[in-house]
């Protein structure tokens, strides 16, 4: 029979544990832990290299104003794209296994040298709208390095540079974290973005990558 001791989930009646308890520690560790690292297992090989890529312009347009109100003009601010428009690249499975995500959307981004994209906040205006998420939705963006960090490849992520990356190497930060990145370097700089909602229902574990969790 059940008493005050037992947890929710055996409770009569009770909630289950998970959605609800999980998703308020989440909340709260999401808003102290800005943005993280996690590293990846290559299994893309060389692939990300061979696909269409296509130029589309920056998606917010006011933002891009203030850039070139700041002095950033004729540049290109805009990277080429491999989005979920396309086939889904079969390696693909390996992150929509490891990463806890409801939502998981993924685009392959190539920055050929000459490309920035000065400060700004994601305002994952498409993913809102196509999955209709509340306000108060916590919305992770995940950046994975799919080659080692090669000269002039940056990023920032709160005021903090990162450099040096190996392949495979993947940075997330939660909602309007501001970030930057550019390529004033000699190659194409090549990142896979995955965007999406945390599973509550999932222990803290699986979305915290706080022991330097190499999937
Ligand atoms: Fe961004």
Redesign the pocket.
Known sequence: MATQDTPPSKRLGGEPIGATEYGKWYKSWADHRRWGEVWFTRVWGDTHRDLPYINEPFNDAVTQKSWEDRGFQNQRFTGDLYDMRNPEPEWMSHFRRWLPMRHFSWSLYRMPPGTV?PE?S?TYGRFREIYSLPADAVIRRYVVFLENWQSGHYIEIDDAPVVNWICGKGVFWHGDVP?MAANIGRTDRYTLQITGVIDESMPPWRWQHANNNFF
Do not use: E, I
Request: overall charge negative.
């Open positions: 994209l700004h994601d970030h």
